[in-house]
């Protein structure tokens, strides 16, 4: 019985994956919430076959992340806010309980990695196939570009940068991509792995750039080749000269990229993604004079601020800077405490370096993204814990990680 509770409960993670990434607003199935829900039910009910705890420390993390965090959060919405509608802050506690994924991937001993890196992959595939699809069956991409925007699964039409304008194919989860570098690039230009290994991990690293420049994704993009950069410094951290030389090219790369771009708009505070940002800082700054205790307090979760933002000029819950909505839900203080709870590697045995590294990169990413607040983000940070809790193989001589 207990084997057969574990193939049901890698069964819905698999689809639970497919889900996330190819309907994350659950429009078109809506079968999101009821496959989590049966994932992580079946979890709990592998208890009476003695499963294994989940280490103590991942327990605490989940305690805080899904009762005592949105509890305080949503006291302080209710004190500060009499007679407020719940719904937002009730919304955001959702995608802060979709941590409890944990729960069903150790108890399974289900390794994330596959389905997580099968869906970057076919979602890779269809961004590029989408790209070239535009040229020589222009009605079809009408249609598909119709279907996938009313759903939420991405947006696709045009992205202007001042002079500039870039077609632009960016599906939501696709800032996913970041998690899947660090287990590349060390199977590229780490020990052990064979000649047919680094190729086609080299194909699909070159895939995932491709898709993500077709996005059109400026912060991604960037991040993307900053952490193949740094993923490769810690792969070959111990020969030095190797090291040295990559850090002077990689300068002089960037100087000289800096330099292209400063000619263009995309920098540009009057771009129009860079002035919508801008202004909805301005605004939270205003929000901070008028009520500073906001900065110890938080406002509660889901509260609303007004932004003055180029067509946005109305009262908001949550817009793409995720940082500074999470202080005003939460204050300093409690924004570094979720923040700590999310990101800090669970202690143990073992080189986290590279995981650390794209973690790290999906932060960055999510900064400029409504995403941690989400299935999508929940989903990046699971990962996480999910390849120092799951079957993952110890690191290998010298401190690399085997994909």
């Known amino acids: 019985m207990r084997a057969l509770l574990i193939k049901i409960i890698k069964a819905c993670l698999w689809l639970y994956c497919g889900l996330a990434f190819f309907d994350p607003a659950d429009s078109i199935l809506g079968a999101k919430l009821p496959v989590f829900a049966a994932a992580v039910l079946l979890a709990l009910g592998l208890n009476r076959f003695q499963t294994p705890d989940?280490?103590?420390?991942?327990?605490?993390?989940?305690?805080?992340?899904?009762l005592l965090i949105p509890a305080a959060g949503l006291l302080v919405f209710l004190i500060r806010h009499p007679g407020g509608d719940l719904r937002p802050g009730l919304s955001l506690v959702k995608g802060l309980w979709a941590s409890l994924l944990i729960l069903p991937a150790a108890a399974a001993g289900a390794d994330l990695k596959k389905p997580v890196f099968l869906c970057l992959g076919i979602m890779a595939a269809v961004i590029v196939g989408l790209r070239y699809c535009a040229g020589w069956a222009p009605a079809l991409f009408r249609e598909i570009s119709l279907f996938l925007n009313m759903q939420?699964?991405?947006?696709?039409?045009?992205?202007?940068?001042?002079?500039?304008?870039?077609?632009?194919?960016?599906?939501v989860t696709i800032p996913l991509a970041v998690l899947a570098v660090p287990?590349?690039?060390?199977?590229?230009?780490?020990?052990g792995a064979g000649?047919?290994?680094?190729?086609?991990?080299?194909?699909?690293?070159?895939?995932?750039?491709?898709?993500?420049?077709?996005?059109?994704?400026?912060?991604?993009?960037?991040?993307?080749l900053l952490e193949c950069l740094a993923c490769f410094l810690y792969v070959i951290r111990r020969r030095v000269l190797l090291a040295t030389g990559t850090l002077v090219l990689a300068a002089a790369l960037f100087l000289a990229g800096l330099t292209a771009l400063l000619?263009?708009?995309?920098?540009?505070?009057?771009?129009q993604s860079n002035s919508i940002k801008i202004a909805h800082f301005q605004s939270f700054l205003e929000l901070v004079n008028d009520d500073p205790v906001l900065l110890l307090t938080g406002d509660g979760l889901g509260a609303v601020y007004h932004s003055r933002a180029p067509g946005v000029n109305?009262?908001?819950?949550?817009?793409?800077?995720?940082?500074?909505?999470?202080?005003?839900?939460?204050?300093?203080?409690?924004?570094?405490?979720?923040?700590?709870?999310?990101?800090l590697p669970l202690s143990g045995p073992g080189d986290k370096g590279l995981l650390a590294i794209g973690l790290g990169s999906y932060f960055v990413v999510a900064g400029n993204n409504p995403l941690l607040f989400n299935s999508t983000g929940m989903l990046a940070i699971v990962f996480f814990w999910s390849q120092q809790t799951g079957p993952v193989k110890e690191p290998a001589a010298g401190g690399r990680l085997r994909p």
Do not use: C, H
């Open 54 to 66: 989940l280490p103590k420390e991942l327990r605490y993390r989940l305690l805080f992340l899904t």
């Open 152 to 171: 939420g699964v991405a947006l696709i039409g045009s992205r202007s940068f001042g002079e500039i304008e870039l077609p632009m194919i960016f599906f």
């Open 183 to 191: 287990f590349l690039v060390n199977r590229i230009f780490g020990a």
């Open 195 to 224: 000649r047919g290994k680094r190729f086609w991990a080299a194909g699909y690293l070159g895939l995932l750039l491709l898709a993500v420049y077709f996005s059109a994704a400026r912060a991604l993009s960037l991040v993307l």
């Open 263 to 271: 000619q263009t708009q995309l920098l540009s505070a009057g771009e």
């Open 314 to 343: 109305q009262e908001v819950y949550q817009t793409e800077l995720t940082y500074v909505d999470m202080v005003r839900y939460f204050g300093l203080a409690g924004s570094l405490l979720l923040l700590m709870l999310l990101f």
